[in-house]
């Protein structure tokens, strides 16, 4: 009987192990896809839980000083997006040394719409498509996406960590973030200023060091810092609404930061999610000690739904006023370079 080639056993063994592979990465999908819709829908029968039981709580709210209160909300949350758009643009062009246009509002607006849908992959895909269509390769946007990540989750820390009034928690966190800067500084004095060059170095790591300094770094964590602190006080029009009316002591300026800070890092470092029902779940459970559950869930999704009006009539405004401007420009330039 004649035996198969070694070549064929090899392409069997090969096709095989693919086959392998491609089973665990779908199975992989499939329990991710599967964790996100268990949290969503625990996280959304939570909430609905709560308020039905405070139903009536509820009906005792001024609903009109709510509504002003979201209406001043609603306008400080365009400040905010306008910050996270600019925060963006800047990691993007410095990161792929490019100029920055019209169109990278337009595709922060659109990636932006994308972040309310269940799981991150439908944001970030959405970014690496677009920059593609601009010449930007996947890599470059991921690397930028991941540096926006970790700045708006550090930033989160630090202003959570500066209205905690614990001074030995503040220390621990400040000293930690000097000593990031500190190394990073280092690291750039000895890999790319020359003084010991290596080539064991990877190219991202020695593209983040040579783009950057620490004039870039305190300004996006500024930013970012200034984007957390709008938040809080959205957070504290709210809240402030909601106890008043329900004759409950109202929350300090500080203490509606520290909440917010801590509920919206927590959402971000869940971001797999997608934010749907972890950041809602967490402001209901951290306003116990102040307000009933059903009150504190009532401002959840109060916050929540002006999160997601804003980045429909902000967010849907900005990418219309951006997607002319681009176009315009994109109409002005000379044909050689408009082929491009």
């Known amino acids: ?9 090899s392409a069997q063994s090969t096709l095989r192990r693919l086959r392998q592979s491609t089973a665990i990465r779908l199975l992989r999908h499939r329990v991710k896809q599967a964790a996100q819709w268990i949290i969503l829908i625990l996280s959304i029968s939570f909430m609905g839980i709560a308020l039905w039981r405070g139903s009536g709580e509820l009906q005792t709210l001024n609903w009109q000083a709510c509504l002003n209160a979201g209406l001043l909300s609603f306008f400080l949350y365009l400040v905010s997006l306008l910050l996270q758009a600019l925060l963006w643009t800047d990691i993007i062009n410095r990161l792929a040394q490019t100029s920055p246009s019209w169109h990278d509002i337009e595709i922060f607006c659109q990636a932006h719409l994308a972040r309310r849908i269940p799981g991150a992959v439908w944001y970030l895909a959405g970014r690496t498509l677009f920059y593609q269509d601009r010449g930007i390769a996947p890599v470059t946007t991921l690397l930028s996406s991941v540096i926006e990540w970790a ?7 630090i202003v959570y960590v500066s209205v905690s009034y614990k001074p030995a928690f503040i220390a621990m966190v400040y000293g930690l973030s000097i000593a990031a800067l500190g190394t990073f500084l280092a690291l750039k004095k000895v890999y790319v200023d020359g003084i010991l060059r290596s080539k064991h170095l990877s ?7 040579s783009l950057l300094n620490l004039r ?4 996006w964590l500024s930013t970012s810092c200034a984007c957390w602190v709008i938040a809080g006080t959205i957070l504290h029009l709210v809240v402030t609404a909601v106890s008043t009316a329900s004759h409950y002591p109202q929350l300090s300026w500080a203490t509606s930061i520290g909440i ?13 999610t997608g934010g749907w029902g972890i950041r809602e779940v967490t402001l209901t459970v951290l306003f116990r000690p102040y307000l009933p559950t ?40 000379p044909p050689d370079l408009n082929s491009h």
């Open 1 to 9: 009987m004649n035996q198969p080639s070694p070549k064929f056993s």
């Open 151 to 157: 700045f708006q989750l550090w930033t989160a820390v």
């Open 260 to 272: 917010s800070s801590f509920s919206n890092g927590f959402s971000q470092l869940m971001s797999f």
């Open 216 to 219: 870039i770094i305190v300004l």
């Open 203 to 209: 190219n991202w790591l020695y593209a983040i060091l």
């Open 294 to 333: 059903s009150l504190g869930a009532a401002v959840a999704v109060f916050v929540r739904i002006l999160y997601v009006a804003g980045d429909l009539v902000w967010g849907g405004g900005l990418w219309f006023l951006s997607h002319q401007l681009a176009g315009q420009v994109t109409q002005d330039l």
